[in-house]
């Protein structure tokens, strides 16, 4: 069980302010709007300020707002602090360890990863979250995770990087698929393909977009997921081919349902993996053994790729 001690009116604040609107922040927290809009109003009156300015396009901090929205932040590293010393002071064989990950890593990594936590720290509880980078970083930065194993971070100078590799990016297609074969295809040829893109609420996208967004115009035909889970089912499924990197489809080029085709287009990104923590935030033993265990699967998993990290 993860210690809670972070009042509930500045949880709701943290919501409002990240997501935008009150109805936001009920839907993701299943609280309804008007407790939230309750517990807020509440710390209005207590401060004689106002917290949010209500505009056509959300509900934007105010300066009085964005005060109480450090303390809200200063008090959740606080609970994370306080609860990986009592981690600490139970000895590695317990604990409770919150881990951030990304959809690619759900049918590959990260069940391995969960298997080997459990033979080695049989009385760890585990707690993982599937987002998406962005997310995943600002809850380690905010004590939500003791670490994530994140898809191209950002540099923060509150992250520690435990380990990071980069890997190209390539096409990925069915055995059966016309490009199957290819030593290498070029992002001309592949889009000339039906296509299964990612959208803009998966990483790669943004990259993608930005160095290569022609691509997305010339398709001949596509779909646009935002689940590299589905798109590896729809790739699989023979009639479509994807842009992703060797590590996102390790397990289903294992398994030889998919063949990894390198792009041959000299300015293609590589995709970097990394696995980060809290700067701030000690680390328990146990929390220390896990991360280093993770940095070991993931190395253990890019050694049986051509990619070099």
């Known amino acids: 069980m993860t210690l809670h001690l972070v009042p509930r009116s500045l949880q709701y604040l943290e919501q409002v302010a990240q997501l935008g609107s009150i109805q936001a922040a009920s839907r993701e927290l299943g609280i309804s709007a008007s407790a939230i809009h309750r517990q807020i109003t509440a710390i209005e009156e207590t401060l004689g300020e106002l917290l949010f300015e209500r505009e056509t396009k959300g509900m934007m901090l105010t300066p009085t ?26 000895g ?23 298997n080997e936590i459990s033979d080695r720290f049989s009385r760890v509880e585990m707690e993982i979250e599937i987002t998406n980078p962005d997310n995943a970083a600002k809850g380690v930065i905010n004590g939500d995770f003791d670490f994530a194993v994140v898809v191209n971070p950002a540099p923060d100078d509150k992250l520690t990087f435990h380990w990071s590799g980069e890997f190209p990016l390539g096409c990925i297609a069915a055995p059966g698929h016309a490009v199957a074969e290819a030593d290498g295809i070029s992002l001309r040829d592949l889009v000339a393909n039906p296509v299964v893109f990612q959208s803009r609420a998966l990483a790669i996208r ?7 967004a022609w691509i997305f115009d010339k398709a001949v035909s596509s779909v646009v997921v935002n689940s590299i889970q589905l798109m590896k089912h729809l790739v699989v499924s023979g009639r479509y081919v994807a842009v992703t990197s060797e590590l996102d489809a390790g397990p289903e080029i294992a398994s030889g349902q998919l063949r990894f085709i390198p792009i041959s287009d000299p300015d293609v990104f590589r995709q970097r993996f990394a696995v980060i923590s809290n700067v701030q935030i000690p680390e328990s033993v146990t929390n220390q053994k896990i991360i280093a265990l993770t940095v070991e699967i993931l190395r253990r998993l890019t050694a049986s790729t051509s990619a070099s990290f």
Do not use: C, T
Request: glycine letters at 8%; aromatic letters at 8%.
């Open 206 to 212: 943004k990259l993608l977009e930005a160095r290569h």
């Open 92 to 114: 590695i064989e317990y604990g409770h360890v919150r881990i951030a990950a990304m959809d690619g890593m759900v049918n590959g990594f990260l069940p391995e990863l969960v």
């Open 65 to 90: 707002g964005r005060e109480v929205l450090e303390l809200a932040r200063g008090w959740r590293l606080d609970n994370a602090r306080l609860w990986s010393a009592v981690q600490a002071n139970r």
